[in-house]
Antibody
Framework: QVQLQQSGPGLVKPSQTLSLTCAIS??????????WNWIRQSPSRGLEWLGR?????????DYAVSVKGRITIIPDTSKNQFSLHLNSVTPGDTAVYYC??????????????????WGQGTTVIVSS | DIVMTQSPLSLPVTPGEPASISCRSS???????????LDWLLQKPGQSPQLLIY???NRASGVPDRFSASGSGTDFTLKISRVEAEDVGIYYC?????????FGQGTRLEIK
């Protein structure tokens, strides 16, 4: 059973960097059928996908335009986890942050593709 | 970005009665491989979103068969044949065909 366990501070000062970690159990961050995502949720924006990292012979990343230039998602194979770093935060970055796995598996008679495992969520407040 | 539009946004339902939620995407979610990359999620109060339906019509593991879903390239429907108290929460459609992944606004199901 795949599980994602999030950790990180719940309070970040404006202009500083928000950093969260998502530890993976039951799967590997280097699984070449999976991508590892960060999503946030706020009353004003709803569910907002922030970005992902994935391994397909090499590491790749995709980021949302809304946070591009401020976001980095880093895989850590030694600890089997991935992290989110969002710099220059403002109160507008206040949200519940989730990590999530998206997987696509193709077999002879079966195809599965879904964002099927989510972390427990971390409430992050940006305030001085 | 693909815009996902859900209706209704609020859905009061009497236990035992059916319920239906619609989702429309601004572009087709039909891939050339024949699969439709539309998922349905349920966020129960105080919890993370959880997968209900993947690839437009497939129930995720452990999801009761009172949940069903269907749809074409841009129009999708989630149905609950007989609503139970445990079904309360916010239902989201999401697409993962195009980057960025995008979500609907959510439909809040409540028990009358």
């Amino acid at each position: 059973q795949v599980q994602l366990q999030q950790s990180g501070p719940g309070l970040v000062k404006p202009s500083q960097t928000l950093s969260l970690t998502c530890a993976i159990s039951g799967d590997g961050v280097s699984n070449n059928s999976a991508s590892w995502n960060w999503i946030r949720q706020s009353p004003s924006r709803g569910l907002e996908w922030l970005g992902r990292t994935y391994y397909r012979s090499k590491w790749s990343h995709d980021y949302a335009v809304s946070v591009k230039g401020r976001i980095t998602i880093i895989p850590d194979t030694s600890k089997n986890q991935f992290s989110l770093h969002l710099n220059s935060v403002t109160p507008g970055d206040t949200a519940v942050y989730y990590c999530a796995r998206h997987i696509a598996v193709a077999k002879a008679d079966y195809y599965y593709s879904a964002m099927d495992v989510w972390g427990q969520g971390t409430t992050v407040i940006v305030s001085s | 970005d693909i815009v996902m539009t859900q209706s209704p946004l609020s859905l009061p339902v009497t236990p035992g009665e059916p319920a239906s939620i619609s989702c429309r995407s601004s572009q087709s979610l039909l891939h050339s491989n024949g699969y439709i990359y539309l998922d349905w999620l349920l966020q129960k109060p105080g919890q993370s979103p959880q997968l209900l339906i993947y690839l437009a019509s497939n129930r995720a593991s452990g999801v009761p068969d009172r949940f069903s879903a269907s749809g074409s390239g841009t129009d999708f429907t989630l149905k609950i044949s007989r609503v139970e108290a445990e079904d309360v929460g916010i239902y989201y459609c999401m697409q993962a065909l195009h980057t960025p992944t995008t979500f609907g606004q959510g439909t809040r199901l409540e028990i009358k």
